[in-house]
């Protein structure tokens, strides 16, 4: 019952989400902008996994030493 009443509450700002407004429309897709954004973002989300990955490398030799 609740998940019901939280998609009713998202309906509306799912709906809403799917229009790019006009400003976007011109200057990101127009200009061709608009695949920089998406490598930058691509490449952002690149290095965090690294990051992470490298901290639980990190973390499991660590508790090695520990248990040693």
Do not use: C, F, S
């Amino acid at each position: 019952m609740r998940i019901i009443h939280l998609l009713g509450l998202l309906a509306p700002t799912l709906a809403y989400a799917q229009a790019a407004p006009t400003w976007l429309e011109d200057n990101l897709y127009g200009g061709g902008k608009m695949n920089a954004v998406v490598v930058v973002v691509a490449i952002i989300i690149l290095g965090i996994g690294v990051w992470l990955w490298a901290q639980d490398r990190r973390l499991k030799r660590m508790e090695e030493k520990l248990k040693k």
